[in-house]
């Protein structure tokens, strides 16, 4: 399979084979040494929106790789403040990098970003929309902790209808046959062209409200923060910015085998006591995002094959 010079924009954009291809080249990169494999090469960072995981996992990866570095958090320090269009910008750093990683506020700007521009994007999260490699490590994080992904079963609760990374992560597990739980208070449910698309495709999935519902049932339990920025009333957020707090206790009755997974950041919705237990998995997944990365950027720099 060729992904030399190809974007990833969407996670249903890769079929299940693609997927699947490309975790074995994460295990590759996890079992051998790529230090030297990007010598030379450039990553262009561009993150217009806060970001700690992806930025640094993407220069992480990209460093580890051999090659170096470009870009900027925030837009406050470039000439975006005067007036710049995306496109202009887009165009610019072209000149510059091999491969850009980008997060923008708005949906559908990694694909306007890449239909504009020859060298490859990788969508580090568009507005709510996708965040397809976010989904990549989390696929690569739940292989690794049960030695499968085909047909497990999976809940995630919390903030569904603003949450990118859960848009991404419900389709891609629905291709492996995955029965799905959505927690989540009605006004925050998983929206309804996701919903659309798993019944297309005949994918299992079950609307609840509380995690105790779920918790024998699962073998993965991925929790999400309620994403205050995203609200337009903030009043809304108010309502629900508590109603999802997993503690440690709550876990008494989960599955053997059971591993907690959040994305991250977290607010307040894992209890620090849930850190020392052995189904926490959420930093151990987050360090997954370099190999993940690492996987990536080799493949569409022509790399790997
Ligand atoms: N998971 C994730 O996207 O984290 P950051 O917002 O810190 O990049």
Redesign the pocket.
Known sequence: MDFKNKDIISINDLNKEEIRYILEVVSRVENSDCSQLCKGMILGTLFF?????????FESAMKRLGGSVIGFSGEGSTSRKKGESLYDTIKTVEGYCDVIAM?HPVEGSARLAANSIKIPIIN??DGSNQ?PT?TLLDLHTIRKSHGKIEGLTIAMVGDLKYGR?VHSLATAMGLFNATLYFVAPQQLQMPKDILDVLDKKGIKYFLAENITEVIDKVDVLYMTRIQKERFPDPIEYESVKNAYVLKKEMLKNAKQGLKVMH???RVNEICEDVDCAEHAHYFQQ?HY?IPTRMAVIALLLGVLK
């Not at 929106?49 to 996992?57: A, D, N, V």
């Open positions: 929106e806060p970001s700690t995981r992806t930025r640094l996992s997060r580090g999260g965040h976010q990374t994305p991250l950041p987050a995002g």
